[in-house]
Each structure stands twice: as C-alpha cells, then as structure tokens.
C-alpha cells in the first residue's frame, strides 16, 4: 500500500502538466491583445457617408439645373442626352441603395466574427447602430416611390424629392459617423474578451460588490437572458475551439 501510494505520488509530481509552472493572468492578457483582430468597417463607413454626400449634392444639382430648368438647359441635355433629370437622380438612388446594403453585409459579417471571439458588450452595443442606414435609406426610397406615384406637378415633385434626400442624409450621416467612432474606439482599445476581462476586474475587485452577471433591480429581464443567451453561445464556441486545440496536441505528441 504504501509503495504504490509513492508510486501514484511520484507519478503526480513528474506529470508535467501538474507541476509545470502556471501561467499568470497578465501574461494570458498580453497574448490575447497580440492575438485581437480589428474590424476594418471604418473605412467602409467613412467612404460611403462621402459617397452619400456626394449624392445628395449632384442630386441637387441636376434637380436645379436640369428639371426646374435655371438657364442650362443645353448643358443638360448634352449631358443627360435623352435621360431626364428626375430619372438620373432615382438611378442614383439605386446604386447609393445597393451600396448600402453591401456595407450593411460587411459590416454583419465583421460584427459576428467579433462576437464568435466574445466580444459581446460590443456586439450589443452597435446592434441597432449598424441597421440603421440600411432602414433609413429603405425608407426613403418608399418615399421616392410614393411622390412618383402621386399625381402632382414636375416642380412640386422635385422639391418634394429635395427635401426627402436632404432628411434622408441628415438623419443616415450621424449614424454613420457614431459607428465609425465606435469601432475606432474598439479597434484602438484593443480590449480582452468580456469574460477575460470580467475575471481580470475580479481580481481587483471588492469581495462585497455585486457584479452584473445575475439579475439586479433596474435592468430588464429580457436584457439579462440576451447577456446569458450570448455568454453561453461564445462559452461553447470557446469550448469547441478549445477541444480541437487540445485534439491537435495530443495527436502531435503521439
């Protein structure tokens, strides 16, 4: 009994995942922020709100000069050839449109590419933010569509389209650059994971403070099963990811 009691005890101390030195929390920090992936929809961001402007004002232009007709008419129908003015802005329209759904898919492929590495807080964070020009560009094109289809003058009518584009940008270009000021925070924090980052505070943390995990009075019972729902989505993928790393190692050693 008692040799192999030293024998299990002496197999205990040779494992050398058993008395290999442990890995402190600073240098796990360290390697994740080595290993952190920025989302590259800035730039994205930034030329499609200098694309929107670019729209709008040429929009204006041709409105002015070409339908309510401000002494160039020549030069417009040199230029438009047999193309109204009307049809030119609504086929712009189209290709801002389409320019923004692709970035709406970027910016969704991007955003769950960083929620699969757990950064949630983020990912919640510029959920709403980053639907937003797709629906309000949607929406005014339902509103082009619909002064197309009312029965009122030309003049009227282009007006009435001058004011939709004009709110369309007022309310679509904020959007954009809080996202772009988001994701450049983000990009430049080079933050940890939420769970990493949640264990890191705990270490300097009070034993006494309550922490944001369970439910607290004041928050919605809804927003704490979406915090749950994503916490437990990233933990299995962690997981997954984990077990293939250590399947990896063990076929290498062997």
Known sequence: MVSSSAGVELSTDDDPLVDGPLISPDALHSAIRKEFRS???T????????THVSYVVLSLCVAVFCVLKFGQERECASVLVNVTGQSVIGFGKVCMWVLV???????HRHHNRAR????????RNTKQLKHLPLAIHSTGNALLL??????VSEPVSIYMVIAILGIELLVALPCLLIYTVR???FNRERAVPDVNQEDHC?????????TETGFREG????????KQADLIEYLKQHNTLLSKRLLNLSTQQH
């Open 183 to 185: 994701v450049a925070r």
């Open 39 to 41: 989302i590259p929809t």
């Open 116 to 123: 699969s590495r757990g950064y949630l807080r983020f990912y």
């Open 202 to 210: 705990h270490t300097f943390r009070d034993a006494s403070l309550t």
């Open 101 to 107: 759904l692709l970035f709406a898919v970027c910016v």
């Open 219 to 226: 928050c919605g019972l809804e927003d704490v099963v979406e």
């Open 146 to 151: 619909l002064v197309q289809s009312a029965r």
């Open 43 to 50: 730039y994205c961001a930034v030329l499609l709100a200098l």
